[in-house]
């Protein structure tokens, strides 16, 4: 986990100020995820996960999780529900969420025990899934209050680009920065312009996904959601479950169309999206990780080879 240990009397004081008189009988840490710490806490109400960000120590980051959330909820998602909100807790020194806890196991963690037909089932109520949070439709291109919004999917993805190469190095790519951004950029143009703003997770993967009793009970972390291209969810969603498991995609795919039909360009769309990934996980890894940095390094020249 990252971030410094801090004493499960310090949370059990932060929880019991943001949440006034709510009886706490309990609380462990909970060692999940990398941009968070995380505890539960056994309380009057039943369950509790109590959180603070590590990375993105700005409020208004966890308050665009709460209101996708919310969205999501809307559009018939199984989600958490939030207890409390505080934008920077003094007792923590960061800001803190309180949430119900989704008792289950992530399917990242159940996938090695799962039969064949059970991991197909799960590709099939996945795509239906995602097929549903993508048919929930946006005002615009961008976040959900609206404070960065595009007119149209071209303008939208034309930012979204520029914001990850203006993060890049020069020499990222044999081709450079320029040469990189004029091949990201064609494609873009290339993409109709009577998009949908659709309601996008941006972290598909399998620990991102509760079960229960072998179903899919609830869909967490919500914090890169975005109306946005719906094709951008499936650069992670190939890399984090269909790489490794391609003949789950088809099942997936085949359910995803059902509830949000796919349009003749979806591959060239999705392969875009790849791109887009690609780049983002580049940038990022750089940052935080350099060593991870070259694999995607590596997709995005395939991805320019193709284009030559």
Known sequence: MTGPTVGLDVVRDALAEACPGIGIMGIRRLDAGYTSRQWVADTDEGPLLVKTPVRNADPEHLR????????????????????????????????????????????????????SAQRLSFAEAFGELVG?????????????????????????????????????????????????????????????????????????????????????????????????????????LDEHVFDAYPEGRRAFLDAYDEVCPLPDDWQA????????????????????????APQYVGELEEWLAERA
Not at 76 to 85: E, L, S, W
Not at 94 to 106: R, S, T
């Open 64 to 115: 665009r999780l709460i209101a996708t959330t919310r969205r999501a909820a809307e559009g018939g998602i199984p989600v958490v529900r939030f207890r409390a909100f505080v934008p920077r807790s003094g007792l923590l020194d960061a800001p803190l969420l309180v949430q119900e806890y989704q008792d289950g196991v992530p399917a990242d963690e159940a996938w090695a025990a799962m039969s």
């Open 132 to 236: 549903r949070l993508h048919s929930c439709v946006g005002p615009w291109f961008g976040d959900v209050f609206g404070i960065r919004k595009h007119p149209d999917v071209r303008s939208f993805l034309h930012a979204l680009v520029d914001d990850r190469l203006a993060e890049a190095p020069a020499d990222l790519t044999s081709a450079g920065r320029d040469g990189l951004a004029t091949a990201l950029h064609r494609a873009v143009d290339a993409v109709p312009s009577n998009g949908v703003p659709a309601l996008t997770h941006g972290d598909l993967w399998r620990q991102n996904v509760v079960l229960r009793d072998g179903r899919i009970a609830c869909l967490l972390d919500f914090e890169h959601g975005l109306y946005a291209d719906r094709f951008l969810d499936f650069g992670k």
């Open 269 to 292: 769309r999705v392969r875009l999206a790849h791109a887009v990934h690609a780049l983002s996980m580049a940038v990022y890894f750089l940052r935080w990780t350099p060593e991870y």
